[in-house]
Each structure stands twice: as C-alpha cells, then as structure tokens.
C-alpha cells in the first residue's frame, strides 16, 4: 500500500490602523490538498482476496505500553485499487476593531469560505461544493483596573449543519494588584468557558454511512427506512480556571489551572462488524462491502496545569512547566476492543529563553 499526499497553501494579509480609535484586517488565502492510496494486487504478494479481520491482538511499545485491539486486514474488492480524495479551499476574513472609550472595545469579524473536493473508490464518486458564513462578535472591559473581561460568540452558517452559535467568555479579577516594590502582589484568579464547532471534511462526508447509501440503487429506501441523517459536526465544549501569583517583586511568578474538556459527536471511521456494534439495523450494515463515517465518538480530557517563570535578569528567564492529564474515551468503537479506555499522563518540560536588548 502507498500513500500520495500532496498540500499547496498561501495567503495574504491587509491591515490598517489609520483611525485614532479602530483598527482593521483583511486576510485572504487558498488551500490545496488531494491524496491517492494505492492498494497493489494482493494476488502478486501471496496473498488471497479475502475479507480477514477481528483477529484480536497486542502491539507493546518502548516506553512499556501496551495496546490491544482487532484489526482488518484486507477486504473484498477488485486489486489493484486506488482511493482518491481532493479538497479545495478559498477563503477570506475581515476584522475590524473599534475602542468605543479607554476601557471598552468591541470586535466584529466575518469569514466567507467556499470548499470543493470528491472522494472517489471502488464504490464510486461523491462530490461536494460548500459555502460557508461566519461572524465573530466581541466585546473586552475592565472595571477600575481590577476586573477584566471578554464576552462573544461565533456565528456559524455552514451547509453541513446550518446555523449554529459558538458563545465564549473568559474573566480575570485581582485580588492584589501588581505592584513591583511589593515582596508579594499581583494576585490574579482567571477563568474561561468556550464551546466549538467543526463541520466534516470532504473526505469524511464522502465515505459517511449517508453518502454511500445513496450510491446504491436501494439506498434511498433503506435511508427512509431507518431515518440515516448526514453526518453531523463535531462539537467541544472546555472550561478551565486557576490562580497566578507574583513574588519577589516580580520575579517569580507561579501558576496553576485546572482545565476540562469535552469533545463529542466526533467523526470516526468504523468497520462493518463495528456498525453493527454501535447499533447500526443489520440491512444497513450487510450492504456495505468495507465500512463508514459517522459520529460515533465522545471523549473527556481534565487535569491540572502548573507553571513556574523565574526571571534571571531584563533578558534572561527560567520556565518550568508541569501537566497532569487525565482522558476518558466515553463513546465510540474503541470501547468495544477496550471497555476500560483511559489515559492518565504526566508531563514535566522547561525551558531557558533569553532576549537581546
């Protein structure tokens, strides 16, 4: 089997700043992606064309993990055969800011993106053209130089999933405020809360359980049948809050966080068998020669951050950093191979930056 990517990108960018109190941006830009993976003829290298699978087995790394599970092997089709997949993208987003008084500003931005691509297998070609709308709206005040915040939301209109709201909001109050001939100041507590939204790539509408029944000349029928809907988007909704303190008039500065993220209606490839695992009516699931897309997956990340600067002098600085994670996979075809999936991960980094000056 090889595998043939090939990704072309380039933007550019307009910024103005002329007016005493707004600012504004324009950027504009393309993307270029197509991938080919060519299966050789399986018949040349020893092998029958066949469907084998499910043969459980364990993988054990270097670092001491292991990681079991059942994998396919090959499936029945014509060989050699080749998967095409290509995506275009021309996009442009505009920005612009006004300061409305010295402790107000406000932001709007808009996005204007048309996407063009196929997927094209032995099961046949699915093409796709979008547009897409999107509206940024922000706010950003303090109140007496203690208190600051920032409230907005996206505005998503996009073909997949229609109109959708993607609200957000992030807080910081001082309980000491920084003040540098203190030996202990600058207390701060800081929280944000945000949620997201990502529509399907092409290449995953293309191979949907949605779009290869509608290549079968009994696929509208069972897709009334049913009720299979396209596939959906992604969504993420994360959260996280902690303290910074300064010491030794502003030297050292300490933080912690702690974050939570949820991530669901994730877009996972399954097996036929898996399908049927996941609930999938067994008309639907038998029609299908390899498997499909859909939005079977949901998993939860929390842990804690800490982070220590050390400042050496006006150029030079000591980071050090430590990540406590703790990730569950709640839904998804993984928990049929592994009904315990959970990561519990730790990870210690530093660093020394200095500065010319």
């Known amino acids: 089997m090889t595998q043939d990517r090939k990704t072309s990108n380039s933007s550019s960018v307009l910024h103005s700043n002329n007016r005493p109190r707004g600012a504004g941006t324009i950027y504009c830009g393309m993307v270029r992606f197509g991938c080919v993976l060519s299966l050789p003829t399986t018949q040349q290298r020893g092998f029958p064309t066949i469907r084998r699978s499910w043969d459980r087995s364990s993988i054990r790394g270097a670092n001491g993990y292991t990681v079991s599970g059942q994998a396919i092997f090959q499936y029945v089709q014509p060989y050699p055969n080749q998967f095409l997949t290509s995506t275009d993208r021309d996009f442009v987003y505009a920005q612009t800011e006004y300061q409305i008084k010295s402790q107000l500003t406000a932001l709007f931005g808009f996005r204007y993106e048309v996407e063009r691509g196929f997927t094209q297998s032995s099961s046949g070609t699915s093409s796709t053209a979008r547009g897409n ?205 592994d009904p315990n999936r959970r990561l519990f991960a730790a990870d210690w980094c530093s660093a020394i930056s200095a500065r010319a000056s």
């Open 133 to 337: 709308y999107s509206y940024t709206l922000q706010v950003a005040a303090s109140l007496a130089n203690r208190f600051y915040y920032t409230l907005g939301s996206g505005i998503e209109k996009n073909t997949i999933f229609g109109v959708a709201a993607t609200p957000r909001a992030s807080l910081a109050y001082y309980l000491f405020r920084p003040d540098p001939s203190k030996l202990f100041s600058g207390t701060k507590l800081r929280a944000n809360f945000g949620t997201g939204i990502k529509e399907p790539s092409i290449s995953d509408a293309g191979t949907s359980l949605f779009s290869l029944l509608q290549t079968l000349s009994n696929g509208p029928e069972l897709i009334s049948q049913f009720h299979v809907a396209p596939i959906g988007a992604e969504r993420s909704r994360t959260y996280d809050g902690g303290l910074e303190q300064i010491f030794f008039e502003g030297r050292v500065k300490l933080g912690i966080t702690y974050f939570h993220n949820e991530f669901s209606n994730l877009i996972e490839y399954v097996p036929m068998q898996g399908l049927l695992d996941l609930g999938v009516p067994p008309p639907i699931a038998d029609v299908l020669l390899f498997g499909a897309s859909v939005n079977s997956q949901a998993f939860r990340a929390q842990g804690v951050e800490t982070e220590l600067e050390y400042r050496l002098g006006r150029s030079l600085v000591v980071r050090s950093g430590y990540t406590y994670l703790d990730a569950v996979v709640q839904h998804g075809f993984e928990l049929f191979n």
